[in-house]
C-alpha cells in the first residue's frame, strides 16, 4: 500500500545516536567560528565561501538570508559582519550539489518522504523545474512555458478565484512580493496567507493597537543608549546571534540587561564576539544582569506583578510613571488603573513562577531606568492570549514614558530575513483600505475588500475542499504549520500545489493531486535579466530599506528569480482581462520600485535611495511619538491573567528551535548550547517532574496531547533532564507540529499557540 499524505508529512521516528553533554554557559567564541567554517567547507565550494564571507551584510553585499537583525547603519566589521548561523544559511543555500531530472527518476516521492528532514535538505538545489503527474510515483521535468501554463489553466478553471491560496515566506524580496500580491489581488482574491501569521502576527495587532504602528519603534543607537533592556521569550544566541553584539554595546555603555526565559539560554548568559580577537583570548562578556525563569506563558502575571508595585510606589511617592508622557500622549490611563487594582500581586508572583528575591531585582532595574527597550520573539507570540503578552509589556512601557525617545522602545525581534518588508509591500490577507485605494487608483482594477485566508483559514478551506489550488512563493507550509496530519489531508486535498523554492523539502512531497516544484535563485546568485544584473530590497526588523545584489553564479541556468516567476504566471494566468503589462517588469526592477513608491507609504525616491550604502529608514510615528490608532494617543489596555489548569501529570510544553536548524531547514543534528547531540527526537524535562512521573535520563516516551475531545500523538522522545521550570518542557518543532491544535492560536492573531501546548508522557 502506498503511502499515505500523513505518514509522508512526519518525519520519521527513529533515533540517531544521542550524546550528551553539560549545557553551554557561553555562546559564540571559537566554537562558534569552528562551527561556521565547517559548515562552510563541508556543504560549499570553497571559493564560493570566501566570497560570501567578504560579501554578506556588507554595504553594496548582499543581505544574509537568516534572520532580520539589522546590520550597523556606520561601521562594519571588516573581519565579516555575519554570524555562525548566518553562514550556515549560506552553506544550505550554496550547496556544491543540484538536482534534477536524474535525482527524481531515481527517487520516487515516497521513498523521499522517508528520509528526515536533515537528509532532505541536504539532497542538493534545485536546478530545474519537475512536475508530478496525477498517481505518478516520481517527479518528472517539465518546461517552464508548460509549467505556467499549468498553473494558469489550473487558477482559470477555478468557480471562484477564492478557491486559490498564496502562500509567502518572508525570504521573498520586496521586488517579489508587491508583484505577487497584485496578481493574487488582480486574478481577484486576498488569499495571502503567509509565515508571519505564525510568526509576529500577534505583535503586529497589539502594536497596532496601543502604539498605531504593528512595527517596532526602536533602531540599533536606541539599543546602545538604552538604560534597560529587557529581553523576553527570544533565543538570541541562536536565532539571533548578532543581537549580542548589540547589547554587548549597551552593556559596555552602562545598560543593564534582564532576561526573562523559561530556559537558562547560553546567549542570554554569556557573549564571546567571534569578530573581536581580543575577547576571543580574554573570555566573553556577560550578557543577563538579571535572568529570570519563568513559567510558561507566566509573562503577563510577571508584568501585572511589576505594573501592581510601581503603582504602589507611585502612589506612596509619585515620580514613579511619567505623567507628563501620560497626560500628552496617552489615552485609557484611569481604566487601566483602576483595572490593574483588581488583580493580587502574590497571585499574580505565584502565577508567573517567579521567586521573590528574583522579582525584587527586576523591580529595582525597572523603578529606576528611565531608558527602557523590551525586545520579544515568539516565546511571547505563540500562545492563546499572545496579543495580550504585548499590550502589557506597552502598558508598562507607557507608564515609564519608554516609547518615542532615545534609548527607549518596543523591539519585536523580526524572524525571516524580509519578513516585515513582504507585509509592508502588501502581502497581507487583511490590507487596510487605504492601500487598496491606492491600488485601485494605481492600476484601475478593484481590488477585493473581503479578508482572505491567514494560514489557520487556508488550512481549514484546503481540508473542506473550499480551497483547491496551493501556491507557495518560498516557505516548507506542511512542516512549519500546526497540526501535521490534519494540514497534510488538507494538501492533499487540493488539485495542485505549486511551490517555488530553492531547495527540496517536505511540502514538495505532500501534494495535492498534481504538483510542481519551480526552482528559484537564492539571495547570494546572480540575477541576470534583460537590462542587466538586478538588485533588490528588502526590510529589516528596524524597518530599514536596504538592497541585496546577488554575485555568485547560479547553481544551475534552469533558475528563474522569484520576480521572473511571479511575472511569467501573472502573465500566463489574467493576460487577456489584465491592466497590466506583466512581462516588462522582469526585464527591469527599477520599474518595479517605481510602482512601490506610488503605491506604498514612505518609498518616496526608492530607486535614488536605495543606492544609499546602508540604505533608508521607513516612516514610524511611535519612534516619534505620533500615534496613529483610533483615538490619536498611545492606548493603554486591559489584560486578563491566564487561566492554566494542568490535569495530573500534564505538562505545558513549548516547540522551539535547536541551534542547528533554520525553521524547517535542519542544518544539522546538534544543539551545542543546550548539551544536546546527534538527536531531535528530544523533550527536555524538570528533573522533578521526571521523579514524579517515574521517568530516567533517556528513557523514551510518547507524547500525547488532548484537545478539545481529540487526541494527537508524537511517538518517541528520549527524555533529558534539564533546567526548565516545573510543569514546563521544551521539544523541537517541526517534530512536534503534529500535537500543536489548529483551533489552538491567539486571539484575533490566529498565530498558532505553539508554545502553549498541555501534553502528558506515554513510557514505551
Ligand atoms: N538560526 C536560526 N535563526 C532564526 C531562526 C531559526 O530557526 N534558526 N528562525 C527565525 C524566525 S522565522 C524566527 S520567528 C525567530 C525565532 O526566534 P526565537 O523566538 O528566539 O525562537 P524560538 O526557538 O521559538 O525561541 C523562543 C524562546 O522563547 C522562550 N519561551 C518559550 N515560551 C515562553 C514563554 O511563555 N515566556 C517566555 N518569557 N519565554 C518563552 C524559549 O525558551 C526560547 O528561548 O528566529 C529567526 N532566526
Ligand atoms: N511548532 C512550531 N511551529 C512553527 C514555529 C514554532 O516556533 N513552533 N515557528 C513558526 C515561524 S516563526 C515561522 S516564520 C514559520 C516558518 O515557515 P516557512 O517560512 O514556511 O518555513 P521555512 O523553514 O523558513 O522555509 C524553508 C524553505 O524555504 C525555501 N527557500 C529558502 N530560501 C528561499 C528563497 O530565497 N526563495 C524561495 N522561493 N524559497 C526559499 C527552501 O525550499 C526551504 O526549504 O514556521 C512556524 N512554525
Ligand atoms: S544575525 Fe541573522 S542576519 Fe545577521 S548574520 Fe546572523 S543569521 Fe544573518
Ligand atoms: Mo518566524
Redesign the pocket.
Known amino acids: 500500500m502506498s503511502a499515505s499524505p500523513i505518514d509522508k508529512a512526519n518525519t520519521p521516528e527513529e533515533f540517531t545516536s544521542i550524546k550528551i553533554t553539560e549545557p553551554a554557559k557561553n555562546s559564540g567564541g571559537f566554537k562558534a567560528l569552528k562551527s561556521a567554517i565547517t559548515h562552510a567547507s563541508k556543504y560549499m565550494k570553497p571559493a564560493d565561501a570566501i566570497k560570501i564571507s567578504t560579501k554578506i551584510n556588507q554595504k553594496g553585499g548582499f543581505d544574509c538570508?537568516g534572520c532580520a537583525w539589522p546590520d550597523p547603519d556606520d561601521e562594519r566589521s571588516s573581519l565579516g559582519e555575519y554570524c555562525e548561523n548566518g553562514m550556515k544559511a549560506m552553506s544550505e543555500?550554496m550547496q556544491n550539489i543540484t538536482i534534477g531530472t536524474e535525482f527524481f527518476a531515481k527517487h520516487s516521492v515516497e521513498a523521499l518522504a522517508k528520509l528526515s528532514d536533515f537528509e532532505i535538505?541536504k539532497s542538493g538545489r534545485l536546478s530545474e523545474p519537475m512536475f508530478l503527474a496525477e498517481g505518478a510515483s516520481h517527479y518528472q521535468p517539465i518546461s517552464w512555458e508548460a509549467a505556467f501554463k499549468k498553473v494558469g489553466s489550473h487558477l482559470n478553471a477555478l468557480d471562484h478565484p477564492d478557491e486559490a491560496v498564496f502562500y509567502t515566506?518572508?525570504?521573498?524580496t520586496n521586488e517579489a512580493a508587491f508583484l505577487y500580491q497584485l496578481f493574487v489581488r488582480e486574478f481577484g482574491t486576498a488569499n495571502l496567507p503567509d509565515?508571519?501569521n505564525?510568526?509576529h502576527e500577534a505583535s503586529g495587532k497589539a502594536l497596532s493597537e496601543t502604539l498605531g504602528i504593528g512595527k517596532g519603534s526602536v533602531t540599533l543607537d536606541d539599543l546602545y543608549k538604552a538604560e534597560l533592556v529587557m529581553v523576553i521569550g527570544q533565543n538570541p544566541g541562536t536565532n539571533h546571534p548578532r543581537m549580542l553584539t548589540a547589547l554587548e554595546k549597551c552593556k559596555k555603555n552602562g545598560g543593564k540587561i534582564i532576561a526573562i526565559n523559561p530556559l537558562p539560554e547560553a546567549g542570554l548568559i554569556k557573549f564571546t564576539n567571534p569578530q573581536n580577537p581580543i575577547k576571543l583570548l580574554t573570555g566573553g562578556t556577560k550578557i543577563a544582569d538579571v535572568f529570570v525563569p519563568i513559567n510558561i506563558n507566566g509573562d503577563v502575571a510577571f508584568v501585572k506583578a511589576l505594573l501592581l508595585k510601581l503603582l504602589e510606589k507611585e502612589e506612596l511617592e509619585g515620580h514613579v510613571f511619567d505623567k507628563d508622557f501620560i497626560n500628552a500622549h496617552t489615552s485609557g490611563y484611569d481604566a487601566f488603573i483602576s483595572d490593574l487594582k483588581q488583580f493580587n500581586f502574590d497571585a499574580c508572583l505565584t502565577s508567573s513562577g517567579v521567586s521573590k528575591t528574583t522579582f525584587d531585582d527586576v523591580f529595582d532595574l525597572v523603578l529606576n531606568n528611565k531608558k527602557i527597550i523590551i525586545c520579544w520573539a515568539?516565546g511571547l507570540t505563540?500562545h492563546e492570549n499572545a496579543v495580550d503578552n504585548i499590550r502589557e509589556l506597552v502598558n508598562l512601557l507607557l507608564l515609564k514614558g519608554s516609547i518615542g525617545k532615545e534609548g527607549a522602545g518596543t523591539c519585536p525581534v523580526r524572524?525571516?530575513s524580509n519578513?516585515q518588508g513582504d507585509r509592508t509591500v502588501g502581502i497581507w490577507e487583511a490590507a487596510p483600505q487605504a492601500f487598496l485605494d491606492k491600488i485601485e487608483n494605481k492600476y484601475g482594477f478593484k481590488p477585493t475588500t473581503k479578508h482572505g485566508y491567514s494560514v489557520i483559514d487556508a488550512i481549514k478551506a484546503m481540508y473542506e475542499k473550499k480551497a483547491k489550488v496551493f501556491f507557495g512563493?518560498?516557505?516548507?507550509?506542511i512542516?512549519?504549520?500546526?497540526d501535521t496530519n490534519y494540514s497534510a489531508q488538507a494538501l492533499a486535498n487540493c488539485n495542485l500545489t505549486v511551490?517555488?523554492?530553492?531547495?527540496?523539502?517536505r511540502s514538495h512531497l505532500v501534494t495535492g493531486k498534481e504538483a510542481l516544484i519551480l526552482p528559484?535563485l537564492?539571495?547570494a546568485e546572480k540575477d541576470y535579466q534583460k537590462t542587466g544584473i538586478q538588485t533588490q530590497s528588502v526590510e529589516n526588523s528596524m524597518g530599514i530599506v536596504s538592497s541585496t545584489k546577488g554575485f555568485l553564479k547560479p547553481c544551475s541556468d534552469k533558475l528563474l528569480s522569484?520576480v521572473a516567476v511571479v511575472c511569467n504566471i501573472a502573465h500566463a494566468t489574467i493576460k487577456e482581462r489584465s491592466k497590466i503589462n506583466w512581462l516588462q517588469y522582469k526585464d527591469d526592477y527599477n520599474l518595479v520600485r517605481d510602482d512601490i513608491q506610488e503605491v506604498v507609504e514612505g518609498f518616496q525616491d526608492y530607486n535614488k535611495r536605495l543606492k544609499t550604502p546602508s540604505g533608508f529608514y521607513l516612516p514610524n510615528g511611535a519612534r516619534v511619538r505620533q500615534f496613529k490608532t483610533k483615538t490619536g494617543k498611545a492606548n493603554f489596555t486591559l489584560n486578563k491573567l491566564p487561566e492554566w489548569k494542568l490535569k495530573n501529570n500534564e505538562l505545558v510544553m513549548m516547540?522551539?528551535?535547536s541551534h542547528d536548524q533554520?525553521?524547517?531547514?535542519i542544518y544539522g543534528l546538534n544543539d551545542r548550547y543546550r548539551g544536546v547531540f546527534n538527536e531531535r527526537r528530544i523533550i527536555f524535562m524538570n528533573k522533578e517532574d521526571m521523579k514524579e512521573q517515574n521517568l530516567k535520563e533517556q528513557q523514551i516516551v510518547n507524547l500525547k496531547s488532548e484537545y478539545n475531545g481529540t487526541l494527537r500523538v508524537a511517538n518517541n522522545f528520549k527524555v533529558i533532564g534539564y533546567d526548565i521550570p516545573k510543569r514546563c518542557c521544551a521539544t523541537y518543532?517541526?517534530e512536534?507540529?503534529v500535537l500543536?491544535p489548529l483551533d489552538s492560536f491567539a486571539h484575533t492573531a490566529k498565530t498558532?499557540a505553539?508554545?502553549s501546548v498541555k501534553i502528558t508522557l506515554e513510557k514505551v
Open positions: 538570508p543555500e535538505g515566506s518572508g525570504r521573498t509565515c508571519s505564525m510568526c515568539m505563540q524572524g525571516h519578513v512563493l518560498g516557505g516548507n507550509f512542516s512549519a504549520v500546526p511551490h517555488v523554492s530553492t531547495k527540496l523539502n528559484c537564492g539571495r522569484e516547540t522551539i528551535r533554520f525553521n524547517t531547514t518543532f517541526p512536534t507540529n500543536v498558532p505553539s508554545k
